[in-house]
């Protein structure tokens, strides 16, 4: 796989005095190689909704994730993204022979963060 992404573990221990996420809410994992594909818009059935799609990734096999992760693209063809853009995942991973398949939300372009 080309690209690298980081897996954004749900936390949901880190809130600050008020009950909200603290930036601590997602623990970051090493990066890892996968495939991104920003042009594989489709809908998707959630909860009863239609959800559109902004992004499909393929994780290696053995990837554990929950449906409250959050991936982060970090590297597109070996080139460094900046901003690197966040996603939610959507709907239920697709298991193949050699990937995890995982459709994505655009949450941030990544032009919020810190350098």
Known sequence: ??????VLEY????TDDYGQPSPDYYLRWPVVACGYNANARKEVMVETQVVLTDAVVRLPIAT???????IKITH???????PKP?????????RGPSAIQVNLRLVTDGSDEET
């Open 86 to 94: 966040t996603y939610e995942i959507i709907g239920e991973q697709a």
């Open 11 to 14: 936390n949901g221990f880190a």
């Open 64 to 70: 554990v994730l929950d449906n409250r992760d959050r």
């Open 76 to 82: 597109r063809h070996g080139v460094a993204l900046d």
């Open 1 to 6: 796989m080309w690209d690298t992404c980081q």
